[in-house]
């Protein structure tokens, strides 16, 4: 089923991103953990993959498994960095063979061990020119990634949001957002996104944090602001997995609250591939999430 429906019927629900596992212990570990979390009736399942098409057997053979498990609408990430049109035309075969009908086109990041590598000289140098590619196939609903705080690169939160409207006018149906820890750039964002004229479901992507250093240092990648007060708390517990986790749900739990009385009523989670987190966090925020079907 196509997302882009999902959205329509469904007036409020999570979805959950995973990560192809990469053994087969690995994948029955994974298998469970969605199993737990499916019973939060997600809107639907993602998948990543890596840049390059560096796990694209391990992200088919995952979402082949999710297939076989049920008929959760499931989404591939793709990648377009670095793949020319006949390599992406042979995947887009091979998820709609497997009955895949959305994508979230991406373009990836340049490999690290690869310096002076230029983007610009493949076939898809932004994701738009992949949504572009993908759009014309007539065969999925696409997603697309935005970034409350900018993208890393953008010179300006201006070009970037200049540049976010063209991929989504190229065929977007709705945008993912990359974590954030302080609502108020996604406030900001959804603001700016609406004036520039961004009409398509803008879901925010919640990160769990179970791991205080792994967090900073991600977040740095992605040059997402973590509140001081969040790290003050943070850093006492950070040798202390379980109380680090549960801060971890007592923040995101915080965070999405704060989101709902806002508007929002999608959450994207960024699973990490643990039932954990999440399910403390849905629990704790109650029966909001139980799927509702909107009337026709
Ligand atoms: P683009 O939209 O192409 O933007 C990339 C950069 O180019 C930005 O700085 C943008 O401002 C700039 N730009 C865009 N258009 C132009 C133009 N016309 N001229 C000049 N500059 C331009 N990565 C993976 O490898 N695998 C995954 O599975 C994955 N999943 C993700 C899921 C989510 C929800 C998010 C938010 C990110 C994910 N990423 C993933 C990371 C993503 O690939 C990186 O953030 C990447 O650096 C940018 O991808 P994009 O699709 O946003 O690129």
Redesign the pocket.
């Given at each position: 089923m196509k997302i882009r429906d999902v959205l329509k019927t469904h007036k409020e629900g999570i979805a959950l991103?995973f990560f192809p596992p990469k053994t087969m212990d690995g994948m029955a570990a994974f298998l469970l953990v969605v199993e737990e979390l499916k019973a939060f009736d997600p809107l639907y399942i993602s998948m990543?993959?890596?840049?390059g098409g560096t796990t694209r057997e391990r992200t088919v053979n995952a979402l082949r498994w999710l297939r076989e498990d049920g008929c959760l609408p499931l989404m591939s990430?793709l990648?377009g960095i670095g793949a020319t049109r006949d390599s992406i035309g042979a995947i887009v075969d091979e998820l709609e063979s497997l009955g895949i009908d959305n994508i979230?086109?991406?373009?990836?990041?340049p490999p690290k061990d690869l310096p002076g590598f230029d983007p610009s000289k493949g076939d898809f140098p932004?994701?738009?020119d992949l949504v572009d590619f993908l759009r014309k196939t007539g065969l999925f609903s696409l997603g697309?990634?935005?970034?409350p705080e900018g993208?890393p690169?953008?010179p300006s939160l201006a070009?970037?949001l200049e540049?976010?409207k063209?991929?989504i006018d190229r065929g977007a149906d709705f945008a993912?957002?990359?974590m954030f820890f302080d609502n108020r750039y996604f406030y900001r964002f959804r603001d700016r996104a609406a004036r520039a004229g961004i009409t398509i479901p803008i879901i925010p992507?919640i990160m769990p944090i179970v791991d205080c250093k792994r967090t900073r240092e991600f977040a740095d990648v992605c040059s997402a602001t973590i509140p001081k007060d969040i790290l003050d708390r943070m850093e006492p517990v950070s040798d202390l997995p379980e109380d680090m986790r549960k801060l971890g749900v007592e923040f995101a739990v915080k965070q999405v609250e704060d989101l709902m009385k806002h508007g929002v009523s999608y959450f994207?989670f960024y699973t990490m591939n643990r039932a954990d987190s999440v399910s403390d966090i849905l629990v704790a925020l109650g029966r909001e999430f139980q799927r509702t079907q909107a009337a026709a």
């Open positions: 991103e990543t993959y890596g840049a990430h990648t979230l086109a991406l373009r990836g990041d932004f994701a738009r697309v990634a935005v970034y993208h690169r953008s070009k970037d540049y976010t063209r991929k993912i957002t990359q992507g994207h």
